[in-house]
């Protein structure tokens, strides 16, 4: 019997993106199923920076749009990250460490069929366009999301 994995991912920061798709890569590795539910600021992972738009959106959702990251890895740290300087010095020392880069773990999430959805009232609050995200990722309720969550033997909340 396979195992599942579920992630509830509500961050928008770098580190914590970092730890929840080398997690979801790891359950991966070991056979698992793994569901990642992007709401709020997790929908920045999932934005397509080649497909953000401001047409048919408000003047604050427009505005909003500009003031969020353009990309993952525009993601800013949870701590430390003193104006881009902590974040640089943590690229780095991944860098120096061989260590994939969180577009490489987001890539091998998608590689290796890890099911990702997105949270249906999130996108709305934050204005976001369902045509803004990743192909892989599938709109759904934050009910559709429980029902899937039941079915885990891990569930975390990133």
Do not use: H
Not at 124 to 132: A, L, Q, S, T, Y
């Amino acid at each position: 019997m396979n195992k599942k994995m579920n992630i509830l991912m509500f961050s928008g920061e770098y580190d914590k993106a970092l730890a929840a798709l080398i997690l979801a890569n790891a359950a991966k590795e070991m056979e698992m199923n793994v569901t990642i539910f992007f709401a709020f600021w997790g929908l920045c992972l999932i934005r397509d920076p080649e497909k953000m738009t401001d047409e048919d959106k408000t003047t604050y959702e427009k505005m909003f749009a500009n003031l969020t990251p353009r990309g993952i890895e525009e993601l800013p740290l949870s701590k430390m990250n003193v104006g881009g300087i902590g974040k640089k010095m943590l690229k780095d020392m991944m860098e120096e460490n061989e260590t994939p880069t969180l577009t490489d773990f987001l890539d091998g999430a998608i590689k290796k069929d890890v099911t990702m959805y997105g949270c249906k009232l999130s996108l709305e609050v934050m204005g976001f366009k369902e045509e803004e995200l990743l192909p892989e990722v599938k709109i759904i309720t934050a009910e559709e999301y429980l029902k899937d969550a039941l079915e885990s033997n891990i569930q975390l909340f990133i």
